[in-house]
């Protein structure tokens, strides 16, 4: 095949139109003064906890401390290898200052080796195991299980629970909250006599709820997320169980309250302050930044479209916002200096108020979050309300 | 020593591969290169199983996955150094694939793809509950591939190390198809009954090339788990066995090549669409997996055998093949004395059900004699053929050969006493060239397995299958068309090229099953010329033929059958008389 | 774990539920390919199309899926004016504008009109399946008629490239969380200690209704029979002047139809999400895998199988269910392959 017979061929041609097109793609991109590389899953079977992170990524503000804000957002799929790949790229490549993700513990974990590898500030944003967290160059945004449970397991234990049935996701989410129930629950005197697992994408969980029903619990805790959860809330209600039913933060959304209808009553959740940000009394150090990021996410993406995700990373710029200006007192953005500055002045610039919790990140703790990150939520009419305190 | 022009692209193409990382590209480009390899191994394998051998597997992600778990484990929780691991995590992954591959080759037909879906997913789901595997979260920590004390954790340094293995196993892999084993795994697709009845061993051919991907395929994810340095189980699942379906088919699945170029047009398009498409469309919503859906159908309707062959247009012709001409002889068979008795069939019955297709026919053929079988429609000829060659097993009675009993055997041990036989249907493997087909007719003739092919180390031997196939062809008068496709060939030469095939069995008698259908009046007469010039070497023939004429100017001895049973035999004259042979021909008449 | 009688008829149940809605999608898998060779994955998607569609209407809201039709029929349309593009003839044109464009606004318009008038659940999903239908004419159309004389394994790929797409597709139009629809009947009753919905009632009786349809359509029918005959002889059919092109398109909506209504009916029993498809549709392919991928009543019963052993591994170990399911169908298949007289591929 001659060059004339190569360029006559329509089918060649497309691949170096294609090849032709793409080449900027590839080259350097023009470095802006700082940037930050994202991956979160934006397709698959995280979606739904991306898509509110990428629209609240929207949201973030064009510089901070009169430097330009350069984002770069890639979507992983969930997969540790895309999500690796993503970070190895935003790293040698786009030589970022900081770096986020992923949204699945898993990929967040992939994305925290390459962080500790190349040494970048990175903030997971999935509550990533402690192994992971003690590294040094990651802070997790979201909070560790322990934290949410602390003041979920006294409840109970106020409320009188005993035997806990645990219903929740085949996955690393589900199985910190059945770990966490095993080992911490333990000390509010909280024994779980049924372990049972589905997936998000089941269509059914009547045996799980059968059984976990069957083992005659005073409580049914379930560890899922998002409208995942809807299917066991309803199952158990269903099948007649009439005791209270625990649901972990990860459930809190409108979505889920959508689905799940008339089941949720006599339900608490445990959550993240910001989906009740309003609520809060003016004192408390998470309303501000709640309600200021409720009144734009909302204001761009409708009434009632929070998430308990995608604030995460409104966090992340509360953090940054405090902690850069400290960095760049030492080094230019870009550089290595820049990055190690930045690592130190997240680790010594709070405390951070922001939208899930009050943030005081120290080189033994890198989750940062106390009590103040987790606040207990009953549903009514559709829309999630602070649960009172029992004395 | 000249080199061959058609090697030229493959060597610029290394060339281009050792130099690239030292060019001033994006440090992307090398993560992506690696990740190309890497897809690339599991794709090789998958040409081989599924282009080459016809086994659809979606469930080769497993198989990196136990190769990934097992050096994950060993290094991290055992201290063993990664290139210790790398020949255990290759053991594991073909320990793994031996009682996987035994129950997986004998599913047939639909099953078989759902078969690897189904352990794909079982293996996939239980990587993720084991806690020695750190369930979910997988294993972290996995120490990087190190030189004496020189540690590979740089993209560039990695990328040596993939690529090295991908060339190696593409060039084994190339070597492989290129040999007798792999005549034998080539002629598995049209459904493996030629290559049965010259004694491949088809249940091995396929055990062989589903260990030989499982093996790359584990490699690939020992490889990757000292890339990415932690392992969970997603990469593992049928999402990614998938995916290397798809990079093989993209690529063209029947070609070695195909794959690294299938692997490495998937990843890179991906990859051009999660950078172009935001800003095509916006941020706001996510039409990547749409693109490159609609990207892969429109490829597959331009380009359904893959890509590959539209790049091979643009390479230089592969030159004639070289036959050396001072080779060893092959051994040859002493044939027994002319006249002695060579098959014996005695009372065959074959019953299918309540209907009696054959109904306990006996007969004889001699040796250095040609044996006519011949009757109406239906009238049991296929069948006693197929009991004689093994394809059909006896509800009673006998069939012999020089006193030994065939009763039982399987086509190929069959094959093995020297009875060669063409097929009715023509089974010809029309992508292999005409003389690759015949030297699979001498597949008993040698002996080089795997490895032997694998390193290269078959040369000699095959280049005598290699020309005994080319001596067949001249006998025959196709020597000609030599280097052309199988497929190629006019229908009445196929059924020339199938007794060249046969010949080069080097059979003490062959069996022919309808040779003269199809055939013009000069190669019908150029057919005799050479039927009768084997029986002048001894060699003795049995065929099944409609065309009475062909048969009486022939055979010395006929067998007529009728309804499944014998109703005359004897010398052409006299049989022609007969009046049940009259009556079974004219009477379907009239 | 105590199994005890009541529960064990709760699984039972269950298993009878999920396994009815496997068969509705293994009789379409087994039917698109019996006529056109196509092992259908998007056929999932097209069952989650559905039911994110009643849900959609149930609002009171307009789905995504008619703008998408809409976009399917000008690519269909689209694609048969670049095939005509030497030979265009006016009535042909004329019949392709009503057929890719008409019938797609035609539907757009009376769902735009339609869906904020909270009309009752029959009439939504009536709408849903006219919806959904079509779409199975433009798939054909767009991505499998120019490939049908591909081998089995291209064309699987080419519904691997579907399914991405419908996948994608789905994600944009009706995002990442999952949708319940209302149920079609809000009753129910006591069997014993069973609770029995009557929205599960319609899924066995839809079940058996569209295994009774679909025999007599291919035992006398003439359109049926012609659909039988491409998937015994491709070649001896055309010889004999059916219109292969039309059987696959027969096939495509009928199977699109069929996926309608699937998703109409597990829409309220469940929570679907926007690649809730591949996985049901998996386990309609394993239904349909093990009739053979030609026969239906095999395919039902293989369906409520699958169904049956998810159901109770799923009480007794949830965390292996999976492992347990596909594990058990390996030995079922080596079983069946042993049973099966060998033919050869291709």
Redesign the interface.
Same mark, same amino acid.
């Given at each position: 095949m001659s060059w004339e017979d190569f360029m006559k061929n329509r089918f060649f041609a497309g691949i170096a139109a294609i090849a032709v097109m793409s080449l900027p793609v590839f080259a350097n991109p023009a470095l802006a003064d700082i940037t930050i590389g994202v991956t979160i899953p934006t397709t698959g079977p995280g979606a739904a906890l991306g898509i509110p992170l990428k629209n609240s990524i929207e949201l973030w503000p064009k510089e901070i401390a009169g430097e330009k804000l350069k984002v770069i957002l890639l979507d992983d799929a969930g997969d540790p290898s895309i999500a690796t790949t993503n970070a190895r790229r935003f790293a040698n490549d786009d030589k970022v200052d900081v770096m986020m993700g992923s949204a699945l513990t898993p990929a967040a974990i992939g994305a925290a080796g390459v962080a500790a590898e190349v040494g970048v500030p990175h903030f997971a944003i999935s509550p990533v195991p402690p192994p992971v967290a003690k590294g040094k160059w990651t802070f997790v945004l979201p909070q560790y299980s322990s934290v949410l449970a602390k003041r979920m397991f006294t409840r109970m234990k106020q409320d009188g629970v005993k035997r806990v049935s645990f219903i929740g996701f085949a996955d690393s989410y589900g199985q910190q909250w059945v770990e966490e129930l095993k080992n911490t629950g333990k000390e509010y005197g909280l024994e779980v006599v049924a372990d049972e697992r589905y997936a998000r994408a089941d269509t059914s969980v009547s045996g799980q709820v059968l059984k976990a029903i069957a083992a005659k619990p005073d409580a049914v805790f379930i560890g899922a997320s998002g409208t995942g959860a809807a299917l066991p809330q309803i199952g158990v209600r269903e099948r007649g169980f009439t005791g209270p039913v625990y649901v972990v933060s990860g459930a809190v959304t409108f979505e889920f309250l959508r689905i799940a209808g008339k089941a949720v009553e006599n339900t608490i959740f445990s959550s993240g302050p910001i989906m009740v940000a309003e609520d809060q009394p003016d004192d408390s150090p998470t309303k501000a930044e709640g309600l200021a990021y409720l009144k734009a996410y909302e204001g761009k993406f409708g009434p009632n479209s929070r998430t308990q995700f995608g604030s995460h990373v409104w966090d992340a710029m509360v953090i940054l916002k405090k902690a850069v200006p400290v960095a760049l007192q030492k080094a230019k953005p870009g550089t290595s200096e820049f990055r190690a500055a930045l690592r130190d002045a997240i680790e010594s610039s709070g405390p951070y108020n922001a939208t899930h919790g009050v943030f005081q990140f120290t080189p033994q703790d890198h989750y940062g979050l106390d009590q103040r990150g987790a606040v207990l939520l009953t549903a009514k009419d559709g829309k999630f309300q602070l649960l009172p305190e029992k004395k | 020593m000249m080199a061959n022009k058609h090697l030229m692209p493959g060597i610029a193409a290394i060339a281009l591969l050792a130099v690239f990382p030292l060019l001033p590209v994006p440090p992307f480009w090398i993560t992506l290169a690696n990740n190309i390899g890497l897809a690339s191994l599991v794709a090789i394998g998958l040409v081989l199983l599924t282009g080459v051998g016809g086994l659809t597997s979606f469930g080769q992600a497993a198989f990196c996955g136990f190769g990934a778990y097992t050096t994950a484990v060993l290094t991290t929780a055992y201290g063993f150094s990664p290139w210790v691991t790398l020949p255990l995590s290759l053991l594991v992954g073909a320990a793994v694939a031996v009682p996987l591959g035994l129950m997986t080759v004998r599913l047939s037909g639909h099953y078989l793809p759902l078969g690897t879906i189904a352990w794909g997913l079982a293996i996939y789901y239980l990587f993720g509950r084991i806690e020695l595997l750190g369930r979910y979260d997988g294993i972290t920590g996995i120490p990087p591939l190190n030189i004496a004390g020189y540690p590979f954790l740089s993209g560039q340094s990695i990328f040596y190390v993939i690529w090295v293995f991908v060339i190696l196993t593409a060039i084994g892999a190339q070597n492989l198809l290129d040999s007798r084993t792999g005549r034998g795994i080539r002629a598995l697709r049209g459904g493996g009954q030629a290559a049965e009845a010259f004694g491949v061993n088809i249940i091995r051919a396929k055990l062989i090339v589903f260990i030989f991907a499982a093996i790359v395929a584990a490699l690939s994810g020992w490889l990757y788990a000292h890339m990415q340095r932690s392992v969970n189980s997603t990469p593992f699942g049928l999402n990614m066995g998938i995916e290397y379906m798809l990079m093989a088919v993209v690529g063209g699945s029947g070609y070695i090549w195909g794959a690294i170029f299938g692997s490495a047009f998937v990843l890179i398009v991906k990859e051009i669409l999660q950078r172009v498409m935001p800003e095509l469309v916006g941020t706001g919503i996510n039409v990547e997996m749409v693109v490159f859906g609609v990207l892969l159908v429109a490829i597959l309707q331009l380009a359904r055998n893959g890509l590959w062959p539209m790049v091979a247009r643009l390479m230089p012709p592969k030159g004639q093949l070289q036959i050396p001409t001072s080779v060893r002889k092959l051994a040859k068979r002493t044939l027994a004395p002319a006249g002695s008795p060579l098959i014996k069939v005695d009372r065959a019955r074959k019953a299918f059900g309540g209907l009696v297709a054959v109904s306990d026919v006996s007969f004889e053929v001699k040796a250095g004699q040609i044996v006519g079988l011949i009757g109406p429609n239906g009238a049991g000829k296929s069948t006693t053929f197929n009991l004689i060659t093994g394809i059909a097993s006896l509800t009673s009675g006998s069939v012999s050969y020089q006193g030994q009993p065939l009763t039982g055997n399987s086509p190929r041990e069959i094959a093995k006493h020297g009875i060669a036989r063409t097929f009715q249907h023509a089974k010809i493997l029309p992508d292999m060239s005409v003389l690759e087909n015949v030297a699979l007719g001498a597949h008993l003739r040698g002996s080089a397995g795997v490895l032997r092919s694998f390193l290269r180390m078959d040369r000699e031997e095959e280049a005598t299958l290699l020309a005994e196939a080319a001596y067949q062809l001249d006998r025959v008068g196709l020597g000609q068309y030599r280097d052309r496709p199988a497929g190629d060939l006019a229908l009445g030469q196929i059924r020339i090229l199938e007794i060249a095939r046969a010949l080069a069995a080097d059979p003490t008698i062959l069996l022919l099953d309808e040779p003269a259908a199809g055939l013009r009046h000069g190669e019908k007469q150029e057919l005799a010329a050479l039927l009768n010039k084997l029986r002048q070497e001894g060699v003795s023939v049995l065929l099944v033929e409609h065309d009475m004429g062909f048969v009486m100017g022939l055979v010395d001895h006929l067998v007529v059958l009728d309804f499944g049973t014998l109703i005359a035999e004897g010398r052409p004259a006299e049989v022609r008389r007969h009046p049940a042979v009259v009556a079974a021909y004219l009477g379907g008449v009239a | 774990? $105590?199994l005890d009688a009541t529960?064990a008829t709760?699984?039972i149940q269950?298993g009878l539920?999920?396994g009815a809605?496997y068969a509705l999608l293994g009789l379409a898998i087994v039917l698109v390919f019996s006529v056109t060779r196509v092992i259908f994955i998007p056929q999932g998607e097209f069952v989650a199309y559905g039911a994110l569609t009643l849900a959609t209407l149930d609002t009171g809201n307009v789905p995504g899926t008619p703008k998408l039709l809409l976009c399917f029929g000008v690519a269909a349309f689209l694609l048969d004016l670049w095939s005509w593009r030497r030979d265009l003839k006016v009535d042909a044109l004329l019949r392709n504008i009503a057929l890719n464009l008409g019938l797609p606004l035609l539907i757009y318009g009376a769902v735009l009109y339609l869906a904020p008038l909270q009309l009752p659940s029959v009439v939504r999903v009536l709408i849903t399946v006219s919806i959904i239908a079509p779409m199975g004419l433009y798939v054909y159309r767009? /991505?499998y008629r120019?490939?049908a004389d /591909?081998?089995v +394994?291209?064309l +699987? =790929? *080419?519904s691997?490239?579907?399914? #991405? /797409?419908?996948?994608? #597709?789905g994600? =944009?139009f009706f995002?990442?969380?999952? +949708?319940?629809a209302a149920p079609l009947h809000d009753g129910s009753f006591t069997m014993g200690p069973l609770?029995v919905t009557a929205q599960s009632v319609l899924i066995y009786l839809m079940t058996i209704l569209i295994m009774i349809a679909l025999y007599f359509f291919f035992e006398k029918t003439l359109l049926g029979k012609a659909l039988r005959a491409t998937a015994v002889n491709r070649l001896g059919a055309r010889l004999v002047g059916v219109r292969t092109q039309l059987t696959g398109v027969t096939a495509f909506v009928l199977a699109a139809t069929i996926a309608a209504l699937s998703g109409v009916l597990?829409g309220p029993?469940?929570?679907?999400?926007?690649? *809730?498809g591949f996985?049901?549709g998996?386990k309609g392919?394993?239904a349909a !895998?093990l009739g053979?991928?030609g026969s239906f009543p095999v395919t039902a019963i293989a369906a409520i199988g699958v169904g049956m052993v998810?159901?109770? /591994?799923?009480?007794?170990a949830?965390?292996?269910?999976?492992?347990i399911v596909?594990?058990l169908?390996?030995p079922v298949?080596?079983w069946?392959? !042993?049973g099966?007289i $060998? $033919?050869?591929?291709e």
């Open positions: - | - | 774990m $105590h529960i709760f699984l269950d539920t999920n809605v767009i /991505a120019p490939l /591909a081998s +394994l291209v +699987l =790929i *080419t691997v490239g579907v399914h #991405l /797409a419908m996948l994608g #597709l994600l =944009i995002g990442p969380e999952g +949708l319940r609770l597990m029993i469940t929570t679907i999400y926007y690649d *809730t996985l049901i998996l392919f394993v !895998i053979g991928m998810e159901s109770f /591994a799923s009480f007794f949830s965390n292996y269910k999976e492992i596909f594990g169908i390996v298949l080596i069946l392959s !042993i099966a $060998h $033919h050869e591929e």
